[in-house]
Structures are given as structure tokens and as C-alpha cells.
């Protein structure tokens, strides 16, 4: 009986310390972001977090500026929402004319571009709707043609404007074929639905390095065409018209975004590992 | 199969290695899902023990919803958490959008009906008759709240795991209120979510095995301790 109760008390004296623990740590960092605002909270896209980027640059950024970076990685659709609604103070994006209608709102101000790579048409090894080495608009139209299995992030992402606008462009109904499927999410689960299924199609190609370890039966069929050039531009959000907004943090990190240095680490993102970049520089 | 066995590998190698981000990962998984099943059972047992015994108008609609509660969907709770701390939203000003405060949160929406539910259908089905006796061998108040505390022991730790059982497996509404920041609301279950999409499938199997011994260590002292009381009596 003793023991029984000895027991229990010891399991709530535990919860106590640890509860205690955690709300003095919650309770410290309020009374930080009180005095200082050094939390920047940047709305981006999945491509940068999945393949590393960020994880190289979040830390160098921090380091140089003393913010603390609150990176939440949506789609590019998601996250210029976010901006439109004053939850996020900058963002890192990848959809020019989406972003457009942002600055023209006011919502938006101090867009920069920062650095591009290019979108590519994967597809199973063999090829079935023939498609390799074509131009964009060419391959689309086979894919449509063949009623090849097509996979479409779906997820108003910036590579999903890019792949509607194709579609657009040859004036195909996608939504109409049978084997048209739309996953909803990021690129990288994208690319694992793309191999199960072994279908086609768009991605950025850093995502596309940064997994091919686990896409063994999907080769690059489609790339170079101009049409692929797949931009990103950052931006900070109108503290004029979102006065919560932290604008001297946003200020900073397109600043260092564009800066020389962070260039150069964004080019050689990649490079050891992939042999490649992921990423190439691109300010204005 | 060798995506197994890598996987078991690669969570001794982190483990082993000290690797910093994985212990603080584990550290903030255990300290969010403690708190949040210390508050779950310390407002969720008195709530159910007086959900169970007091009959008063309205209880049954209650029940209700406390039962349509033990099933909401953790995205639901998180998108209303987020919506209402959300800068412009009515609790924004706390800022307590993605830190571990707004996971806990979540996790507390999510179990706490579950803890109140089941430690209230416990109560009820304690024979009337029992109650009788200890008032005519003239219990006071609390001396008869201990005794169906005692009485209830089984039943009430089951509610307490079930919750916890929850909180573990919690992985929508962290992701949207915490989300899933590093080194400060990445958990476990998210950043297995994230290492899925970045299609290291070996990392994310590491650490499920984390996770699973975690929630196998919490649960074995809890189940020790329910069959301990349960045999003696």
C-alpha cells in the first residue's frame, strides 16, 4: 500500500518538474519578443526547405542579424496568402504572377529576385507517351494525347500555377483526362506518388537532385526549354498596411538574401553533393 | 526490408552519436506531451469524476459533446487554434502562434475530452448500492471521493493513457500551430513528416523508433502501475 502510493506520487512530482520546465522556458521567450521583436516569421515555399536550402541559409542569416527565423515552408499559394494577411513578415516565393497581384494590392513591398533554377519533366525510364527531348508545350500535348499517367502537385503551389499554365497554353483540360492525378502536397511526397505510380511529371529540379536517391525508375525526359525558368523573388509585407508586421527584420533578410555573399552560398548550394547547383544566383 | 533494418541503424548511430538536434527534438516532444497530459488529467479528472456522480439538467447534451470530442480530428483543433491566434485573430496578441505553448494547446483540445469521457463513464458505473453503504457507514465527503478514487483506479489510469496515447500520436494541429520550427516546435511526429517529403525515408524511420520507445517506456509505467493497484486490492 505504501509502496503503491509512493509510486504514484513520484510519477506527479515528475510531471511537475517537467511541466515546470517547459513553461519557464515558454515563459522567457515572451519577455524576449516583448522588448525586441527578433522573431521573423518567413512564408516560403516546400522546394527551399526540401532540398536544404534553408537549412544552410535560416542559420547565416540568424547569425549575422541576431533574428530569430521562424520559417514555415507551404505552398507558394499558402504563402502568399499568408502575406496577404499580415501572418508573416517576409516571403520567399516563386510564382511572378501571383506575386504581382500582391505588390499591385499593396500588400506586398520591396520585391527582389534572388535566385532561379528551372522546372523539369520527369517520367518512367521507358518513356511511354514519347516525350523525350521535346520542347514543353510538345511534351504536354503527348502526355495528353497518350493518356499517359500525368501527377499534379494540386496544392496552388508555385510549380502547380506553373504546370496549370502549360496546360493553359495548349489548351488542355487536365482535370478531364483519367489518369490526371492531383496529390495535394509538397514536391517531395509528389515525387514518391510519381514513382509508385510511375507517371509523369513537373518539378523544380533541386527538388528532383536532392531525392533521385529514392527515384531510381524516373529519368529527366524534358529540360532547358525558356518556358521552365523558375524564379524566385523575396518580399517583405506592407507594415503600412499590416502594422504587426516586423519590417526592420524583413528589411534585413531580403537585404541579405541579395547580398553578394549569400549569392555565392546559394551557387554553391548543392555542389558537393550533387556535383551540380541547385540553385543559381540571379539579383537584379 | 533493408529500409528497416537502415533505418533501426541509423536511429542507434543518432543516438549514440549525441547528435544535438535529435535529443532536443526528443527533449521538446517529451516536456509538450507531458505538460499536456498533466493538464488533461488534472482538469480532467475532477470534470469526469463530476460528470459522472452529480445528475443536474443539460448533462446528457454535455456527454454528448465531450464524446463527439473524444473523436475530433487533431486538423480541426489545429485549424481553429490557428485561426484564433493568428495575428489579426481575437487571441493574436499573445503570440502564441508557432511556439511550443500553441502545441501544448492543441494537444490538451485533443485529450482532454477523452480523459473526461472516460473517467465519467467510469464513475457511472459504480453500483448505487456501494454508494449507499459508505453513507450509512457514515463516510464524510472526501473519505467517500477517495474510496471511488480507489475504486476507480483501473479506469481512470486507461483514460489518462488513452490521452496520452493521443498526445503521442498528434501530428496535424502540431504541424499547423507549431510549424514545425527547427530547434523550437519541431516533435517528433513532424519532423518524421518532414523527412518523408524530403525522401529521407531512414531518418524518418529513425525516428519512429524514438518515438515508439518513448511512448512504449511512458505507457509500460503507467500500465505497471494500474495492474499494481488492480491485483492488490
Redesign the interface.
Known sequence: ?KK?RF??VL?LA???V??G???Q??DK??ED?VVQNK?L?LATT?ST??S?LL?IL?PLFEEESGYKV????VGTGQALEMGK???ADVLLVHAPAAEMELMDSGDAINRKRVMYNDFIIIGPSSDPAGIKGLDVKQAFEKIAAANATFISRGDDSGTHKKELAIWKSINVDPKAADNYLETG?????T??VTVEKLGYTLTDRATFL??E??LKDLTLLVEGDEDLLNIYHVMQVNPEK?D?VNSEGAKAFVEFLIDEETQQVIEDFGKEEFGQSLFFKYTE | MDLLIGGFIKAWQMIISGDQEIFKITWLTIKVSMTAILVSTLVGIPLGVLLGLLRFPGRKIVLVFINIGMGLPPVVAGLWITIFLWRSGPLGWLSWLYTPTAIILAQILVSLPIVVGLTSSAFQQIDGKFLMQLKALGATKGQTLFLLLKETKVAILAAVIAGLGRILAEVGAAMMVGGNLRDETRILTTSIVMEVSKGNFDVALALSFILMTIAFIITFILTFLQQRSGSSR
Open positions: 500500500m503503491k509510486f504514484l510519477l515528475l510531471f511537475v517537467i511541466s520546465c517547459s513553461n522556458t515558454t521567450k515572451k519578443k522573431d516569421i516546400t526547405q526540401d536544404g537549412d535560416q521562424k520559417t514555415i515552408a494577411k499580415g501572418e502536397q509538397g514536391m517531395g511526397p515525387l514518391n536532392a531525392q536517391k529514392n499590416h504587426k
